[in-house]
């Protein structure tokens, strides 16, 4: 019988069988930020415990730095910079490299990790961070942990791991005109849940995902977790080898030969045996947006909220009462056309180059509808620097975006900038949680050219009415 | 860390499901570099009518005693997902909360629990809903050494853990001392890992 490519990733880092599914494995690199890895610094710090490879780990400032031009150690959120400080004195003290704020390669760490070539395929990499599935994009086994394990790892190199269960999402079929990773991703949720990969780890694969390029399989693997998924990820291929090349941290000369080489048995045998797979056909993806406070809420740009009565049972439908008063929505309305109040494009989900190029190809040329605040907040100070190499951000500017410093923003609200109360808000982010952006604020997540489209707008829309871009467009 | 083996408390009943860590603590809540204190921003948002001023909400469960003590709190499917924040489960340990019982948890929510000596308890759905109509303002028993939940009535259900999670709870142990002592097949498994992959 083969192999998965978890099964293959897993047994190459196998340092003990500890008994009843659960193995001591091997950590390859482990990634931090200020907002949850510096308690795990101290911690070490505290115990008298070294960091046992400081050079195979870094610490990205991303969370709560400010992204307005001009930024320093200061934060809009209140009691801030104690934590960038305090992370930039344990990292140093421990000597892990610090992306620090104020440096070309600062970024979110799931942007800036990949693009440094610090993710690779067939390494086991981990962070404090529940959205480390998106490195699997590239065929590292990554996945976040708690700060507690992040001190683990450091300490140890190693992690106590369940093994879980396998699975395969089959992308077949082409999606249509303006169907990007995030509705494929979007459709998956909604149509098996936000527990749908419980316990979990899934290998996103079939024809639709090999044409994707990486960029586009990072966004599908980085809401692995909003499908409760362990992780996810795609098998390393040609594209992936290309777009690593060169990377300051990527293997150079002989060791890059022998990676390559490697990485060519990183992928699930013909005779693997899956304990669940989903098949879905690309021809059924629309562009999608969610209405109510999970991401499984969520419906084509065409559709409606749903009834009640399609509710699953008793819970559901009181799920989406409760959803439907947060987001002050009704059953049966149609979402295009929702008026919106602000425009939110970044997150480690959706700032890469990518990304920024598929919203300005809605936006050249158009204007922010009056009263929408739109952002845009590159995922790192390279993807920053790259938009602007091609003229990307006179594109937002013009438009009447923002166009802001690197970092999560206003992805997730730490108290410092939202978007205010009861405000709607279309977001390419990956949780429409309550409170999310904001106390009060109502998120829509979707796609980079929908949240274009809505922004020019002034309400929610349909990209393609707009434009016919690529499917998968970019790198 | 604490141990748990044995736990009588009356259970809080929350019904939601996919209950996310942003609730369980918003990131505003987490003001400091530490993992104490965090107890009095756990559930702002639903536990308080003014945050700001912290002005109760009477309508949320933890502002009606006898909940507003209670070490053991009843959720609903796939608690605790979301950000990955350990805060939540500090949060929870802060306040008292000793114990969530629910038919699923986010995987690494699950894990913050065992390693800061708050058991897990997955029922099925059917048992969770039962189990908080059955205790109502009457306390539970939970028993980690015999694997049971009792209730008021005298009754026991019997639930399962993975028993290294059991072991940690029960013993109260360091994780990061317990994988130390492996230290000598880490550095050999070390040794062979990067002579084969000399670019990690
Ligand atoms: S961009 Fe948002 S989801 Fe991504 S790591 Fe930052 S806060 Fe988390």
Same mark, same amino acid.
């Given at each position: 019988?083969?192999?998965?490519?978890?099964?293959?990733?897993?047994?190459?880092?196998?340092?003990?069988?500890?008994?009843?599914?659960?193995?001591?494995?091997?950590?390859?690199?482990?990634?931090?930020?200020?907002?949850?890895?510096?308690?795990?610094?101290?911690?070490?710090?505290?115990?008298?415990?070294?960091?046992?490879?400081?050079?195979?780990?870094?610490?990205?400032?991303?969370?709560?730095?400010?992204?307005?031009?001009?930024?320093?150690?200061?934060?809009?959120?209140?009691?801030?910079?104690?934590?960038?400080?305090?992370?930039?004195?344990?990292?140093?003290?421990?000597?892990?490299?610090?992306?620090?704020?104020?440096?070309?390669?600062?970024?979110?760490?799931?942007?800036?990790?990949?693009?440094?070539?610090?993710?690779?395929?067939?390494?086991?990499?981990?962070?404090?961070?529940?959205?480390?599935?998106?490195?699997?994009?590239?065929?590292?086994?990554?996945?976040?942990?708690?700060?507690?394990?992040?001190?683990?790892?450091?300490?140890?190199?190693?992690?106590?791991?369940?093994?879980?269960?396998?699975?395969?999402?089959?992308?077949?079929?082409?999606?249509?005109?303006?169907?990007?990773?995030?509705?494929?991703?979007?459709?998956?949720?909604?149509?098996?849940?936000?527990?749908?990969?419980?316990?979990?780890?899934?290998?996103?694969?079939?024809?639709?995902?090999?044409?994707?390029?990486?960029?586009?399989?990072?966004?599908?693997?980085?809401?692995?977790?909003?499908?409760?998924?362990?992780?996810?990820?795609?098998?390393?291929?040609?594209?992936?080898?290309?777009?690593?090349?060169?990377?300051?941290?990527?293997?150079?000369?002989?060791?890059?030969?022998?990676?390559?080489?490697?990485?060519?048995?990183?992928?699930?045998?013909?005779?693997?045996?899956?304990?669940?797979?989903?098949?879905?056909?690309?021809?059924?993806?629309?562009?999608?947006?969610?209405?109510?406070?999970?991401?499984?809420?969520?419906?084509?740009?065409?559709?409606?909220?749903?009834?009640?009565?399609?509710?699953?049972?008793?819970?559901?439908?009181?799920?989406?009462?409760?959803?439907?008063?947060?987001?002050?929505?009704?059953?049966?309305?149609?979402?295009?056309?929702?008026?919106?109040?602000?425009?939110?494009?970044?997150?480690?989900?959706?700032?890469?180059?990518?990304?920024?190029?598929?919203?300005?190809?809605?936006?050249?040329?158009?204007?922010?509808?009056?009263?929408?605040?739109?952002?845009?907040?590159?995922?790192?100070?390279?993807?920053?620097?790259?938009?602007?190499?091609?003229?990307?951000?006179?594109?937002?500017?013009?438009?009447?975006?923002?166009?802001?410093?690197?970092?999560?923003?206003?992805?997730?609200?730490?108290?410092?900038?939202?978007?205010?109360?009861?405000?709607?808000?279309?977001?390419?982010?990956?949780?429409?949680?309550?409170?999310?952006?904001?106390?009060?604020?109502?998120?829509?997540?979707?796609?980079?050219?929908?949240?274009?489209?809505?922004?020019?707008?002034?309400?929610?829309?349909?990209?393609?009415?707009?434009?016919?871009?690529?499917?998968?467009?970019?790198? | 860390?604490?141990?748990?083996?044995?736990?009588?408390?009356?259970?809080?009943?929350?019904?939601?499901?996919?209950?996310?860590?942003?609730?369980?603590?918003?990131?505003?809540?987490?003001?400091?570099?530490?993992?104490?204190?965090?107890?009095?921003?756990?559930?702002? @948002?639903?536990?308080?009518?003014? +945050?700001? #001023?912290?002005?109760?909400?009477?309508? $949320?469960?933890? =502002?009606?005693?006898?909940?507003?003590?209670?070490?053991?709190?009843?959720?609903?499917?796939?608690?605790?997902?979301?950000?990955?924040?350990?805060?939540?489960?500090?949060?929870?340990? @802060?306040?008292?909360?000793?114990? +969530?019982? #629910?038919?699923?948890?986010?995987?690494? $929510?699950?894990? =913050?629990?065992?390693?800061?000596?708050?058991?897990?308890?997955?029922?099925?759905?059917?048992?969770?809903?039962?189990?908080?109509?059955?205790?109502?303002?009457?306390?539970?028993?939970? @028993?980690?050494?015999?694997?049971? +939940?009792?209730?008021?009535?005298?009754?026991?259900?019997?639930?399962?853990?993975?028993?290294?999670?059991?072991?940690?709870?029960?013993?109260?142990?360091?994780?990061?001392?317990?994988?130390?002592?492996?230290?000598?097949?880490?550095?050999?498994?070390?040794? @062979?890992?990067?002579?084969?992959?000399?670019?990690?």
């Amino acid at each position: 019988m083969g192999s998965t490519l978890v099964e293959k990733l897993w047994s190459r880092h196998r340092v003990a069988d500890l008994g009843d599914g659960t193995d001591l494995l091997y950590v390859d690199r482990v990634l931090l930020h200020e907002r949850t890895g510096s308690i795990a610094l101290k911690e070490l710090a505290e115990k008298g415990r070294a960091v046992r490879h400081p050079g195979r780990a870094f610490v990205c400032m991303d969370h709560i730095v400010d992204t307005r031009p001009g930024r320093g150690d200061e934060t809009v959120m209140p009691g801030g910079t104690a934590f960038i400080r305090e992370t930039r004195a344990a990292a140093t003290a421990a000597g892990i490299h610090v992306f620090d704020i104020g440096h070309d390669n600062q970024g979110i760490v799931h942007v800036v990790s990949p693009e440094q070539g610090i993710a690779l395929p067939g390494l086991t990499l981990v962070c404090p961070d529940s959205h480390t599935c998106t490195q699997g994009g590239l065929g590292a086994l990554a996945w976040g942990i708690g700060s507690s394990e992040a001190a683990h790892a450091l300490a140890t190199q190693t992690l106590v791991v369940r093994r879980p269960r396998q699975m395969r999402v089959r992308f077949e079929g082409t999606p249509g005109p303006g169907v990007s990773p995030k509705d494929m991703i979007l459709h998956l949720i909604a149509t098996h849940g936000a527990d749908g990969g419980a316990g979990h780890a899934v290998e996103f694969c079939g024809p639709a995902v090999t044409a994707l390029p990486v960029e586009g399989r990072m966004t599908l693997c980085n809401m692995a977790v909003e499908f409760a998924a362990w992780t996810g990820l795609c098998a390393p291929d040609a594209k992936t080898i290309a777009w690593i090349e060169g990377r300051p941290h990527a293997p150079k000369e002989d060791a890059w030969v022998a990676a390559v080489a490697d990485w060519a048995d990183l992928h699930s045998d013909a005779d693997a045996v899956f304990d669940r797979e989903i098949v879905i056909d690309c021809a059924d993806i629309a562009p999608y947006v969610t209405w109510g406070t999970s991401p499984q809420h969520a419906v084509p740009i065409t559709g409606q909220v749903p009834a009640l009565d399609e509710a699953r049972d008793a819970t559901a439908a009181a799920a989406w009462q409760r959803a439907l008063s947060y987001m002050g929505l009704n059953p049966g309305q149609p979402l295009a056309g929702l008026p919106i109040d602000g425009a939110f494009i970044g997150s480690c989900t959706n700032s890469r180059l990518s990304d920024l190029r598929a919203a300005a190809e809605v936006l050249r040329g158009r204007k922010v509808a009056p009263g929408v605040r739109a952002i845009c907040v590159p995922g790192s100070m390279r993807v920053k620097a790259a938009a602007e190499a091609e003229g990307l951000h006179t594109i937002f500017l013009d438009a009447g975006f923002e166009w802001r410093e690197s970092g999560c923003s206003m992805c997730f609200f730490a108290g410092g900038e939202h978007f205010g109360q009861s405000e709607r808000v279309v977001t390419t982010t990956n949780r429409n949680f309550e409170n999310r952006q904001g106390p009060g604020t109502r998120s829509h997540l979707a796609s980079p050219a929908t949240v274009a489209a809505s922004a020019i707008a002034g309400r929610l829309a349909d990209a393609r009415g707009h434009t016919t871009p690529a499917p998968t467009g970019g790198v | 860390m604490e141990k748990f083996i044995r736990l009588t408390g009356v259970a809080a009943p929350l019904p939601r499901p996919n209950i996310d860590t942003d609730a369980i603590i918003p990131s505003r809540e987490m003001k400091r570099v530490s993992k104490e204190g965090l107890g009095e921003g756990l559930f702002a @948002d639903w536990r308080y009518s003014d +945050v700001a #001023a912290r002005v109760p909400n009477p309508d $949320f469960v933890l =502002n009606r005693p006898p909940f507003d003590r209670a070490p053991i709190l009843i959720g609903g499917a796939n608690f605790g997902c979301g950000s990955s924040r350990e805060h939540a489960v500090w949060a929870l340990k @802060d306040y008292g909360v000793r114990c +969530v019982i #629910a038919p699923s948890f986010g995987a690494i $929510f699950q894990g =913050n629990c065992v390693r800061n000596g708050i058991l897990p308890l997955v029922l099925a759905e059917g048992h969770v809903t039962a189990l908080a109509a059955a205790a109502d303002h009457r306390p539970l028993t939970i @028993d980690l050494d015999a694997l049971t +939940v009792t209730l008021p009535s005298g009754d026991a259900l019997t639930f399962t853990i993975p028993p290294a999670d059991r072991q940690m709870l029960l013993e109260g142990l360091d994780p990061i001392g317990v994988t130390l002592k492996r230290l000598p097949a880490i550095i050999a498994f070390e040794a @062979d890992h990067l002579s084969r992959h000399s670019w990690i």
